[in-house]
């Protein structure tokens, strides 16, 4: 054999060196987002690649990972970056306008064969864009689910849903997405929606936006079926705000919005370092109402333990107050989280029904009139939220007559009732004060009880 050329490695070198500083150029390009630019210097190198590949025949070598990558994002370039997680997704740079699909499909000439060509080839590689892309194409649809002329014949949905499988196992929540749209379209003979929401609730835990949408929209109209279907709800349509989503937003704003009224901001206006110094389990409450905008009643009766959902409060007093309404408060910043962990140390080891220490919700409302100043001139004495306190005590025996004057503000009323079971009633404000530190204003608050309901 005849000796190699010397001369031949400097030059294969510097090939090689020049292939490299070009691959770092495209590189550059497509972390700065310039499509435009990456295309116009990826594609040349990705047709000749095809045209190399398809001169072999049979005898083609694989090709290695850098070729996969560059006919992968020249392909999703040209297709419009359709529902494709990565650099290329749906958002062209703004600074970039001659970046959309259609204008670079015209000028450089690409018809549908070759970009379909550049998919089939990145994705009997593994690539796990083109995979989603060759899985959308058979089933002849967009990413969201929406038929799409493209081709000639039907949809094959048992090839589509093998390349979509596949890509979403190598970590494309967009193609579960896509194969939660399969599963419910009526067309597919294997139609099933319990499949769908499988897929649903796959891409959404891995945080696709569009999925955590439907996934939450799905639990709200499924509320009626189990009541806790609006906590899930609301945990979705947060994640997919998070990600701006304004549908999510919106639907959220309806779902569990702020109160701002004048019944539920006034409890929490009673909050005082003094009150949570003597009376910590009140303070707390109050502290709670504050934090969350909480009525009256609100304040005074919630679970605080049951009540946290992690993301959102549940407001569920219908077992104590009859009147009340179950509704949500949402969780928004990070703050709130941990006013509520402290808030909810308080009362860890506490029994926060009518059997504990905080007694019922006569009890509670009185102890709160005679603690806080200024508490008996609330909205709720006028009727606004808490229309008389003998709904939660079944014991408490008052008629009609009663309940009109509680609604009017007359405690005397109220007080006169409590007077002829005042040693229950004081035994259980006494084991509430205890409980609260036991301070002196707690005492003379016990003591005086009487007196204030005989007066």
Same mark, same amino acid.
């Given at each position: #054999? *005849?000796? /190699?050329? $010397?001369? *031949? ?8 060196? +020049? ?11 497509? #972390? ?14 990705? =047709? ?11 005898? @083609? ?35 970039? $306008? ?8 015209? &000028? ?39 038929? !799409? ?19 979403? #196992?190598?970590? %494309? ?49 499924? =509320? ?15 994640? *997919?705000?998070?990600?701006?989503? @304004? ?5 959220? *704003?309806?779902? &569990? ?13 009673? &909050? ?11 303070? /707390? ?37 009859? =009147? ?5 408060? %949402?969780?928004?910043? @990070? +703050? ?6 402290? !808030? ?12 504990? $220490? ?9 102890? %709160? ?35 009109? +004057? ?27 004060? /205890? ?9 003379? %608050? ?10």
């Amino acid at each position: #054999e *005849a000796p /190699a050329c $010397p001369e *031949a490695r400097p030059r294969q070198g510097g090939a090689a060196g +020049a292939a490299d500083a070009q691959l770092a150029l495209l590189e550059q390009a497509w #972390e700065a987002r310039q499509f435009a630019l990456y295309l116009e210097r990826a594609l040349p190198r990705a =047709r000749a690649l095809v045209r190399s590949l398809e001169a072999a025949g049979k005898a @083609a070598p694989r090709i290695g990972p850098d070729e996969v990558l560059l006919l992968s994002r020249c392909a999703r370039v040209l297709d419009g970056f359709d529902g494709l997680n990565g650099p290329a997704d749906a958002d062209a740079d703004a600074a970039d $306008p001659a970046a959309s699909c259609d204008a670079l499909r015209t &000028a450089h000439a690409v018809g549908p064969a070759e970009l379909r060509r550049f998919f089939e080839l990145a994705a009997a590689e593994h690539d796990r864009h083109a995979q989603m892309a060759v899985g959308l194409w058979f089933a002849r649809m967009r990413v969201d689910g929406k038929r !799409i002329a493209v081709g000639t014949g039907s949809a094959n949905f048992k090839k589509a849903i093998r390349a979509l499988t596949l890509a979403g #196992e190598q970590g %494309l929540a967009a193609a579960w997405y896509a194969l939660s749209r399969i599963y419910i379209k009526p067309e597919f003979s294997q139609r099933n929606v319990l499949d769908a929401q499988k897929y649903l609730e796959r891409a959404a835990e891995m945080g696709y936006r569009d999925a955590q949408l439907e996934c939450g929209n799905s639990a709200w109209r499924a =509320r009626r079926e189990h009541e806790a279907n609006d906590v899930r709800a609301v945990y979705w349509l947060q994640k *997919a705000a998070v990600q701006g989503c @304004a549908q999510a937003a919106a639907a959220l *704003a309806r779902i &569990a919005p702020r109160e701002t009224g004048r019944a539920y901001t006034e409890t929490g206006a009673l &909050a005082s370092a003094e009150v949570a110094a003597s009376h910590p389990l009140l303070g /707390a409450r109050l502290a709670l109402a504050a934090l969350f905008n909480l009525s009256r009643a609100e304040a005074l009766l919630l679970d605080v333990k049951s009540a946290d959902c992690g993301h959102c409060l549940v407001i569920d007093i219908r077992a104590s107050y009859g =009147r009340s309404k179950r509704r949500l408060v %949402l969780i928004e910043t @990070a +703050a709130e989280r941990q006013a509520l962990d402290q !808030i909810a140390r308080r009362f860890e080891y506490v029994d926060c029904g009518p059997g504990g $220490p905080e007694g019922n919700y006569r009890q509670r409302l009185y102890r %709160l009139k005679t603690v806080v100043p200024g508490a008996d001139n609330g909205a709720a004495d006028n009727g606004d939220v808490d229309h008389g306190a003998a709904h939660n005590g079944a014991t408490d025996h008052m008629g009609a007559a009663n309940m009109g +004057a509680a609604n009017n503000g007359a405690d005397n009323k109220a007080g006169d009732n409590m007077a002829g079971d005042a040693g229950t009633h004081n035994a259980g404000l006494a084991d509430s004060a /205890a409980l609260d530190g036991a301070f002196p204003v707690a005492a003379t %608050l016990v003591q005086s009880a009487p007196c204030d309901m005989a007066a």
